[in-house]
């Protein structure tokens, strides 16, 4: 009630003077962070420098590729942290937190791992090296981890990745303790898609985050990707991460943007910009979830249009760096009380 109280009144005495910017109203909501995901190619470009640069908008930054497996060990035991180095370097610039993105997936999985035809036993100490070294790598300046990325299927069951292929469900306490050792302060997080709203796959985070729990593995948040459809936004969001915070966790989500069919227009927009507020409000009243990461703020760097075809339009700044309305939504979606 306090926070509450504290934050309404400085956004009053502030509004006159700060144009709106989404990190300050993140954190007048009493968050930690609203920030973005970037990738190293997109560092060439000076004008999308300066705005992701922006403090005032962004606060943390998550790597949308360069720390994924194939990049970090591209061959057995040979690490290249180059690309996931710059990305820090430009956070540290400007005082920008860091999610670090991710340790185990079965995407973006260097092929000698999948090709491999390794014991369960060998499997589990190639995901402890993995593991170990990269969460190492960055001791100290990684605000938390994605250890685990997108373990389920959309049923609950357990995704046939060559992980879980080969060790069960084992793979998921090895990179989780061996991550703690690795970095004792940095958050632990099991991060997935279509978890947003309650259903099948939700229900199975939970139970996935109370038997690691039961069994005294490391588990210290839920990252709730976000990758949405306009008009789309589940109507239990709210009351889902209410569920997962229940368990003792924190929330965050981690990868947000509401796409569309293309070509954009005024109504479709109009509609992001209301499902934007969506998502911000239902982060803004479950206190326990603690930031927003968009995945780019750009449609110009967005991963959306080469996956889905004739989709698109999905981040808040259009592919000029032009706010679109969704901008506004964000701010609004702080700004919404309880
Ligand atoms: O690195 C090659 C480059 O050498 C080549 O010239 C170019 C030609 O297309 O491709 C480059 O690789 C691309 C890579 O991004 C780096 O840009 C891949 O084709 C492309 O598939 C890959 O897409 C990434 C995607 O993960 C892979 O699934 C996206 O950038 C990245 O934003 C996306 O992020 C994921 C999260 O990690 C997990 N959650 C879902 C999210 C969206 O898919």
Not at 4 to 15: K, P
Not at 29 to 49: I, Q, R, W
Not at 230 to 258: C, H, K, W, Y
Request: charged share 20%; proline share 4%; glycine share 8%.
């Amino acid at each position: 009630m306090a926070r509450n109280f504290l934050s309404f009144a400085s956004i009053v005495v502030l509004l006159p003077f700060v144009s709106a910017q989404l990190d300050i109203f993140a954190q007048l909501a009493g968050k930690k962070y609203f920030g973005t995901a970037t990738d190293n190619p997109e560092l060439t470009n000076a004008s999308y420098v300066k705005q992701l640069e922006n403090v005032l908008d962004f606060h943390q930054l998550t790597p949308a590729n360069s720390m994924k497996w194939e990049n970090t060990e591209p061959t057995q035991g040979n690490f290249t942290f180059a690309g996931g180095d710059q990305i820090v370097e430009q956070a540290e610039k400007h005082g920008q937190i860091m999610r670090g993105h991710n340790c185990v997936w079965h995407q973006q999985l260097a092929d000698w791992v999948t090709d491999g035809n390794f014991t369960k036993p060998e499997l589990l100490a190639i995901v402890e090296n993995h593991c170990g070294t990269l969460v190492r790598h960055y001791r100290g300046k990684m605000y938390s981890w994605d250890v685990i990325n997108e373990c389920l299927n959309d049923d609950g069951t357990f995704r046939e990745s060559i992980f879980f292929n080969t060790t069960g469900t084992d793979y998921i306490g090895v990179a989780l303790r061996t991550a703690r050792a690795a970095d004792p302060h940095a958050k632990l997080y099991i991060n997935d898609f279509n978890i947003e709203g309650q259903g099948a796959k939700s229900t199975a985070m939970i139970n996935l985050v109370k038997s690691l729990q039961k069994e005294g593995v490391p588990i210290d948040g839920i990252g709730v990707q976000s990758h949405l459809i306009v008009g789309e936004v589940p109507s239990t969001m709210e009351q889902n991460l209410r569920d997962f915070a229940a368990l003792g966790v924190e929330v965050a989500i981690t990868e947000l943007d509401i796409r569309m069919n293309l070509p954009a227009t005024p109504a479709l927009l109009q509609q992001q910009k209301e499902d934007y507020t969506t998502v911000i409000t239902a982060c803004q009243n479950v206190p326990e979830c603690i930031g927003v990461t968009l995945w780019d703020w750009t449609d110009k760097f967005s991963w959306v249009p080469g996956t889905f075809a004739g989709q698109g339009a999905a981040c808040p700044w259009d592919e000029n760096f032009v706010k679109k309305p969704a901008y506004a939504g964000i701010i609004e979606g702080w700004l919404e009380r309880q």
